[in-house]
């Protein structure tokens, strides 16, 4: 068992190239801390900024969002039926497990 377990995981992973390993950590800490050096400091009263625009952003941005069915500009007949098409379904789909469970309880089969 454990050697065929192992001659599976050989297959599995021997066709795996390099490139999917990436760089070693020692490169990729080197490379980061390559970059942090390089890159200008940032003051903190830009971050500070930044910070207030993206609230504000996301603020607006949730205060327009997508109106509700009442606001979509649909006739009422189109709504109804909407809903009467979920509801149908929804019916359906319960009736449709509750027919294919089995009734094995002692009341169900009239033995009380």
């Known amino acids: 068992m454990r050697r065929s377990l192992a001659f599976a995981l ?24 390559t970059r942090q ?11 500070l900024e930044t910070k207030r625009l993206r609230a504000d952003a ?8 997508q109106g509700t069915l009442a ?3 649909m006739r009422a007949r189109n709504k109804f039926l909407i809903g009467l098409g979920i509801a149908a379904a929804f019916a359906g789909v319960a009736l449709a497990i509750d ?9 169900s089969r009239g033995e009380r």
């Open 58 to 65: 996301a603020g607006r941005s949730a205060l327009q969002g």
């Open 99 to 107: 027919g294919g469970v089995e009734d094995s309880t002692p009341s």
């Open 71 to 73: 606001q979509s500009g």
């Open 10 to 33: 050989m297959l599995s992973f021997g066709h795996a190239s390099v490139a999917m390993g990436g760089e070693t950590l020692l490169q990729s800490g080197q490379r980061i801390i």
């Open 37 to 47: 050096a390089a890159a200008p400091a940032v003051s903190p009263t830009t971050t």
